[in-house]
């Protein structure tokens, strides 16, 4: 499930009558079952299905399939019997079969099961005696343990899904036993004023000063350990999911998940939803594994995504989260719904684009789409060896080369000198895009290889330029054949420039000088003098900024016109990055100014200069 699996937010919902049940904290009965039920026993991760010389869990992005996309959409015939009503063991059962036949060989793994497991189509639940979630017998009537290994029967991974907190149904006013806990119930895992929390508050808050909220999911966590599972969704956490306070801080959750999914035996992937938080993300990388840092990329219309909402968000979202990925923990873009031509919503642009910037950024390669109706377009994007190779491979992820204006570039350094680069064109019509060798770090020639065409496009010489579509792209290899370039650097602290306006001197301990300028706002201006080239030309000036959102800033040179630039989010207001402009420069000292005009522009640590070859 994604951000709106329980939301009342517009066009993001689940029915009204479901959401005010929930939110109104209605109890069910909760549902007795022998304790020697497969479904309801709390047995030990440590299985015949565990495998003790499994890889590490994400030493590199995830890959498989998830059932959300599909459930939430609008698509004719796709929920026939209500809203979220795909989601069957019959079409678990089919998705299996068709990942296995068509994408394993390729690295495809997981089947995710996502939010309503345990549901009806009317979202009224089902728990086990100890307040715990048990499959809707209609949806799954062979219950999730047998799901689970007919999927492992496959070769296959399994994945489960969770809401954080103590679901308000599975309450049972507080007289619920819970599960190998000494006595406990569920009146014992929560705060005594029942708050609520999670994305959609359908939850109480557990509070972990009390013993018996880690042994509630300790408990949940032997279930799904024992029925086989190897990936578990915890989704509504915050700080995020659209809430922020203390009532929606489930930092405890996830670390309480950690330690008890360690006390299973069993290598279970813990996923983490929606919109989290990126100044907790130290807390996400010690206890998960993946954390979805933007919002659900599906539309909740006719068809699975759109553009405009919430594909084309990434490009903005994405690199503030950049540096926090890497073996053990990754950045989650969500779904990678490319596959089925007109459900999809996308143009082949877009929809190469969409992949393109999920494998250079190293998200988790899942998608959301119906594998037994792959198009052959579809086919060809998810199964390309040479692009899944960038995301799977030891390649760092990619972020921009450039300002995120309409026409990007990103780029990362391959491990044998080599860079990925992509090449984007966000307008809505179509644009030339450049990459220039000076703004990766070299001059001279270059070898560059189209990874999704599989073409070697020969040598060219400073640049590669390709004419884009609307939403196009191109992804390549390039291999420098000339030199290092050599770059002059100026500090924007310099007592030689100007400020003018808020702009002042700050400590930056992230900064080459550590200071920066700042307070680049509403008028605000920092003005680099005495900025000394040899020759006419445009130059690729780096910039290195701190911004802890996208900020735009107008850069001119030598007095001239300025042209505004969207710089994009560092990810907080320590750290310190980079993008190039091409700056038209004149023989001898020049002047360069960053202009924030009625906005606000990030802080300005320093620009390095290429000298020509």
Known sequence: MRSSSYSVLPARTLRAAVVLALAAGAVTAVTAAPAAHAETTGTTGTTASAVSDAPAVAAKPYMGWSSWSMQSSKYPGLNPDGDYSYLTEANVAKQ??????????????????????????????????????????????????????????????????????????????????????????????????????????????????????????????QLIAGWGYD?????????????????????????????????????????????????????????????????????YCNTLVSWENSVDDRWDDAPGW???????????????????????????????????????????????????????????????????AVNQGTTPPARPLTPSDPQQVWAAKNPDGSYTVALF????????????????????????????????LGTHKDKVTQALPAHGSRLFTVTPHGPALAFTGYEAESPANTLAGNASVAACSACSGGKEVGNLYLGGRLTFKDVVVPEDGTYQVKIAYVSGD????????????????????????GTAETVSVPLTLNAGSNTITFDSGSGYAPDIDRIDVPKPS
């Open 96 to 221: 299996t079969d068709a990942l296995a036949a068509k994408l394993k060989k390729y690295g495809y793994e997981y089947v995710n099961i996502d939010a309503g497991w345990w549901r009806d189509n009317t979202w009224k639940p089902e728990y086990d005696q100890y307040g715990r979630q048990k499959a809707d017998p209609k949806r799954f009537p062979s219950g999730m343990k047998a799901v689970a290994d007919r999927i492992h029967g496959k070769g296959l991974k399994a994945g489960i899904y969770l809401p954080a907190g103590l679901e308000k149904e599975a309450y049972g006013g507080g007289k619920t036993p819970l599960w190998n806990a000494g006595g406990c119930t569920t009146a014992d895992v929560v705060y005594s004023d029942l708050r609520t929390t999670n994305g959609w508050d359908s939850s109480y808050k557990l509070d972990f000063s009390r013993p018996c909220a880690q042994k509630y999911i300790d408990a949940q966590a």
């Open 231 to 299: 990936f578990l969704k915890l989704d509504g956490v915050g700080p995020g999911s659209g809430k922020s306070g203390d009532q929606y801080d489930n930092v405890a959750d996830v670390a309480a998940w950690s330690k008890a999914i360690a006390a299973t035996g069993r290598p279970v992937h813990l996923e983490l939803s929606w919109s989290l938080d990126i100044g907790h993300a130290a807390d996400w990388k010690k206890y998960a594994q993946g954390w979805r840092m933007d919002t659900d990329v599906e539309c």
């Open 322 to 388: 950049t540096r926090h990925a890497g073996p053990g923990g990754w950045n989650d873009l969500d779904s990678l719904d490319v596959g089925n031509g007109a459900m999809d919503g996308l143009t082949q642009a877009e929809r190469q684009s969409y992949a393109t910037l999920w494998a250079i950024a190293k998200s988790p390669l899942y998608t959301g789409d119906d594998l037994t109706r792959l198009d052959s377009y579809g086919l060809s994007l998810l199964t390309n060896k040479e692009v899944i």
């Open 425 to 456: 064109n966000l307008a809505g019509s179509p644009a030339t895009v450049s990459a220039s060798w000076a703004s990766l770090g070299f001059t001279g020639k270059a070898a560059v290889r189209d990874l999704w065409n599989h073409e070697n």
């Open 550 to 573: 996208a900020r735009s800033a107008g850069v001119s040179a030598n007095g001239g016109r300025g042209t505004s630039h969207k710089f994009p989010s560092t990810g907080d207001w």
